[in-house]
């Protein structure tokens, strides 16, 4: 669970993750992600250094000691390397700070 603070929204990762990758990534990424260049090239996201699960993520918003709201639910990659998301106040924008300071912006 990551979370910026009392009563407040947090992103929760399921711990069981999605059993076939390969559909999902054709779906997630780009084609231009997927595509080699040249030849003998290996794609970051078909790495063997890059491994990743796919989760299922919910942002939920904690409005008191009793209620608990779900904003919105989405797949994303569950990297084994360092891996941190940042938000802005409404949760429309994500920030995905991967390790070699890969960062990627998302928005809902």
């Given at each position: 669970m990551f979370k910026s603070g009392l009563y407040?929204?947090?992103?929760?990762?399921?711990?069981?993750?999605?059993e076939s990758n390969d559909g999902i990534e054709a779906q997630y990424f780009e084609s231009s992600m997927l595509e080699k260049k040249f030849d003998g090239q290996i794609v970051f996201v078909k790495s063997n250094?890059?491994?990743?699960?796919?989760?299922?993520?919910?942002?939920?918003?904690?409005?008191?000691?009793?209620e608990v709201k779900t904003l919105y639910t989405f797949i994303h990659p569950k990297y084994q390397e360092s891996q941190?998301?940042?938000?802005?106040?409404?949760?429309d924008l994500m920030i995905e700070w991967l390790s070699h300071n890969r960062v990627l912006l998302y928005n809902q």
């Open positions: 407040e929204k947090c992103l929760l990762v399921s711990s069981d993750h999605l250094n890059n491994k990743k699960e796919f989760h299922q993520f919910k942002m939920i918003e904690i409005t008191n000691s009793n941190q998301f940042y938000f802005n106040k409404e949760a």
